[in-house]
């Protein structure tokens, strides 16, 4: 079982940045793969940042713009975005899977409770 809860989010001005934070409690496995979802409204649920086995994998509108981090001792994870623009307003969730698919949000098991981005133009 794992519990993940997100902070960090926020209204910000286009071109400024947010750092959202993961804290992760409960058990944790060095297989799991730990990902960036955001959604909007009125559009599905889609991935922006995943890392597993110390490979990350990239949304490519955020390429550049975006980076994620973690601090083991801390249980922390983080994502650091930079140069926001409106479309990058969404609510955005970390999650945890062992599952092989990174890239569907049907293939995580564990959500937060996410936290709201708003960049304003």
């Known amino acids: 079982q794992v519990q993940l809860v997100e902070s960090g989010g926020g209204l910000v001005q286009a071109g400024g940045s947010l750092r959202l934070s993961c804290a992760a409690s409960?058990?944790?496995?060095?297989?799991?793969?730990m990902g960036w979802f955001r959604q909007a409204p009125g559009k599905e649920r889609e991935w922006v940042l995943i890392?597993?086995?110390?490979?990350?994998y990239y949304a490519d509108f955020v390429k550049g713009r975006f980076t994620i981090s973690r601090d083991n001792a801390k249980n922390m994870v983080y994502l650091q975005m930079n140069s926001l623009k409106p479309e990058d307003t969404a609510v955005y969730y970390c999650?945890?899977?062992?599952?092989?698919?990174?890239?569907?949000?049907?293939?995580?098991?564990?959500w937060g409770q996410g936290t709201q981005v708003t960049v304003s133009s």
């Open positions: 890392t597993r086995s110390g490979v990350t």
């Open positions: 409960g058990r944790t496995f060095s297989s799991y793969a």
């Open positions: 999650a945890a899977t062992a599952r092989p698919n990174l890239f569907s949000p049907q293939s995580y098991d564990y």
